[in-house]
């Protein structure tokens, strides 16, 4: 298969808007004061990458770096904590924002909820979150990963607690059917970020609970004095993408919103030909799906996400796995002082193909689409470390997933 970058431009001024009542700063909010209920709760470091930004020809490049968020390398953590706190506050009749995270996790809320056994399908991240919170609770975990899972991941799960096991000849999606099937058969409740007919209520909370971090960076750029022009969001099923957009389509309206860009692998592009037919449909990608970028290995765009991502996203790309693994060089290889930053093959998923489109000389078209010019403030999240180590040090030491194109080096100094 030709590794090759396609860009979809959407046109919002012609779309019916979406609403981003779910979404808005007043939900996110919320979804921030129960994190900060936290222990071990501290906004991650939005890195400022000056002297990148200089050798790229931008005014600026900030990268939010969840590698540190409550010690899980992650992200994945604020959409499952926050769902199952909210699953908790209903059960129980009670205001998410009476219920922080001490009281949730106390024996009286125990006993009043007895045992409850959480399932969900993941690449990793995900069921590691999921398997974080339910082991805070004193709860049952059960995770179901797809055929090709690094067994690193695997075992950090198992190591919270749940039970985690790689699903032979089953992509991510058939293990999202199964872990359905078996809540529906056992009982169980299904923490799962992407929706289907009748399966919405949960994903919405973990949409919100993504928010939290577009809101933490978004409050370290205003103490700045400055506001994002381009915001770049990675997308699997596009509930971490919708959390994004969401949340900075709602603080800033009209001119004032950045020029928002969904980032796919193009193995797994489901987002992307859903933009492309831009028929009322949505459309899915099957098969294996082997990116390196496992964490967006999805073929199912999420039903309660798409119509914010078609409503507010400015461009969707497709993009090749070698650029996430230039992304992964890049961010671990800093200019001068800039701070270096241990970003996975997903976290970096929107470094790499943002690198190439700067500098590349046969991207030129698709840079002018993406209105980058040297007055650009540009958002990046890097939503996870190394999670799989191993596979780290073989792009980054070893340099897999390597290419040969032409760039326009200038020496800035």
């Known amino acids: 298969m030709e590794e090759r970058y396609n860009i979809v431009l959407n046109d919002i001024s012609k779309r019916e808007k979406a609403s981003l009542d779910f979404i808005n700063e007043e939900v996110v909010n919320t979804a921030q004061k129960f994190h900060e209920s936290f222990p071990d709760y501290e906004p991650t470091p939005l890195v400022r990458l000056k002297n990148l930004a200089k050798q790229f020809g931008v005014k600026d490049i900030f990268v939010k770096d969840e590698s540190y968020r409550f010690g899980l390398n ?28 001490e009281k949730m996790i106390s024996d009286e809320v125990r006993e009043k909820l007895g045992e409850i056994t959480f399932v969900t399908a993941t690449d990793g991240n995900h069921g590691r979150g999921v398997a974080w919170t339910a082991h805070q609770l004193k709860q049952k975990c059960v995770v179901l990963m797809p055929d090709g899972s690094a067994l690193e991941r695997r075992d950090n799960i198992r190591a919270l607690g749940a039970e985690c096991e790689i699903m032979e000849g089953l992509n991510y999606d058939a293990c999202v059917r199964l872990a359905s ?33 577009a809101k933490e960076a978004n409050d370290q750029l205003k103490e700045l004095g400055l506001k994002p022009s381009h915001v770049f969001a990675q ?6 993408a919708t959390g994004v957009t969401g949340y900075f389509s709602s603080v800033y309206k009209g ?9 796919e692998p193009e193995k797994a592009n489901c987002n992307f030909i859903t933009a492309k037919a831009d028929d009322g449909k949505i459309h899915n990608v099957t098969g294996k799906m082997d990116t390196i970028m496992a964490g967006l290995a999805c073929g199912e765009p999420v039903t309660v996400g798409w119509p914010v991502l078609h409503s507010y996203a400015d461009a969707f790309l497709s993009v090749p796995d070698n650029s996430a693994a230039r992304g992964m060089r890049i961010l671990g290889n800093p200019l001068k002082d800039d701070k270096k930053i241990i970003s996975g093959e997903s976290g970096a998923a929107t ?17 002018k689409d993406l209105k980058l010019d040297e007055n650009s403030v540009i ?14 040090l073989r792009v980054v030491w070893d340099g897999i997933y390597s290419n040969e194109a032409e760039y326009k080096y200038t020496i800035q100094r």
């Open 255 to 263: 001119e004032e919103k950045p020029f928002i860009s969904v980032v």
């Open 379 to 392: 958002l990046l999240i890097s939503t996870e470390g190394d999670t799989d180590y191993e596979h780290y």
């Open 351 to 367: 470094m790499g193909p943002l690198s190439e489109i700067l500098q590349r000389k046969d991207l030129e078209e698709i840079k």
């Open 181 to 213: 099937k078996n809540a529906d058969e056992k009982g169980w409740v299904m923490v799962q970020d992407t929706a289907w007919e009748g399966y919405e209520k949960i994903p919405t909370w973990i949409i919100q609970g993504y928010a939290t971090l």
């Open 74 to 101: 992650a992200f994945k953590v604020l959409g499952g904590s926050f769902a199952i706190g909210k699953y908790i506050a209903d059960k129980l009749g009670v205001d998410i924002e009476d219920l922080p995270f």
């Open 235 to 240: 997308a699997g099923v596009g509930s971490f």
